[in-house]
């Protein structure tokens, strides 16, 4: 089974070939959100910016499957350990089993986004190993765990994330994250000062630093846009109309950084017209994460950061949340492809992968009613 899926989903996905490096870099155009249907239900998007190829993989993680977290001793097994009761699908980095964005069989959907510069992950030292994970652990515990954001809420007591590092790094990567679920509940969940601060977000949107609360504020410089357009404006007799359409977004933030990109994903989000469930919200789901690609070259490190590599957009993924299918295209190609978890063992032993290569000559994509 695991050879067949294995051969399955390599035929299936098409990746980036950029060449690596181990330079630590200021990664900071993660960008996600939620939208709905016309019946409400959720639909999740999000883009991955990294400066250098994570060798990402297509997994997929079966039930009662053990994994074990890398600990305070930065050591893979060295943390607590679990049986997965919940199958999982996603992307992968570096060839670890883990998920960097994903989706389970219940409909918990999220990914992990950059953190950097306000993150503080609890102390080694101090931290009980057997509640203990590195910070790419907790979404693929969180998503193998539990069915609802609710019972992730519920099951952080004892949870710590810990500051260790990442070897093909050669850094602590700092990290928060992001879940939803069938219900379109949103959590956001941040290590801050050795503990975790866990927000309920209604917004469903989520980029990068500063926290989200910041974030949330940071919406008050903006109450006045609108995707209607301006009345016109009558001066001493005189009318003045603007140049065209979009004058009620006059002023959106259009660069990159994460507060304007929040600000552009939440404009989004509120004011694209629901449509049918299924394939016509997944198509728009994509033309939303579309407008955040990021190109090799449209952010450039400064002098101060030396010759690092160029973030770009790596990937993007949408999940249909409700029917638990999950889509990804990648830098090299822009064709949206997609894994039902239905079409799996979701009881197999193993868990099966399958690496983002380019030059493979996928089939054509089938979108399931």
Not at 283 to 300: K, M, S, T, Y
Not at 320 to 326: E, F, L, V
Request: charged share 20%; net charge negative.
């Amino acid at each position: 089974m695991a050879g067949k899926r294995m051969k399955s989903l390599t035929r299936v996905f098409l990746g980036t070939a950029m060449a690596a490096s181990l330079v630590p870099l200021p990664v900071q155009a993660c960008t996600s959100f939620l939208i709905h249907d016309t019946n409400g239900a959720p639909y999740y998007g999000r883009t991955m910016e990294f400066g250098f190829d994570l060798e990402s993989s297509a997994i997929v993680i079966p039930r009662q499957y053990g994994l074990s977290a890398t600990g305070p001793d930065g050591k893979l097994g060295g943390g607590m350990s679990w049986k997965s009761k919940y199958a999982a699908v996603g992307l992968s980095a570096f060839d670890m089993p883990v998920v960097t964005d994903g989706m389970n069989e219940k409909g918990l959907t999220g990914g992990i986004l950059y953190f950097p510069d306000y993150v503080g992950y609890a102390d080694p030292k101090t931290a009980n190993p057997h509640g203990a994970m590195a910070p790419w652990d907790f979404l693929t515990w969180a998503l193998t765990k539990f069915e609802t954001v609710a019972e992730v809420k519920a099951n952080l007591d004892g949870i710590s994330i810990v500051g260790v590092e990442l070897s093909q790094m050669g850094a602590v990567p700092p990290f928060h994250y992001t879940l939803h679920d069938a219900t379109g509940a949103s959590l956001v969940i941040e290590p801050v000062g050795g503990k975790l601060t866990v927000y309920d977000n209604p917004l469903g949107v989520m980029t990068n630093s500063p926290e989200l609360s910041w974030h949330l504020t940071n919406l008050k410089n903006y109450v006045k846009l609108s995707s209607e357009n301006a009345p016109p404006l009558k001066v001493d007799g005189e009318t003045i109309t603007s140049f065209g359409q979009g004058s009620g977004l006059l002023g959106i933030p259009g660069d990159p950084t994460p507060p304007s990109r929040f600000i552009r994903a939440l404009g989004y989000t509120l004011s694209i017209e629901p449509v049918a469930p299924g394939a016509e919200s997944v198509r728009l789901a994509e033309h939303v994460v579309n407008n955040f690609d990021i190109p090799v070259g449209w952010i450039r490190p400064g002098e101060a950061e030396g010759k690092s590599p160029l973030e770009y957009t790596q990937w993007s993924t949408v999940a249909d949340i409700t029917n638990t299918h999950y889509y990804v295209k990648s830098y090299d190609d822009q064709v949206l492809r997609g894994i039902d978890l239905k079409d799996f063992d979701l009881d197999a032993k193993d868990i099966v992968t399958a690496p983002l290569k380019p030059n493979m000559e996928p089939p054509a994509l089938s979108f399931t009613k």
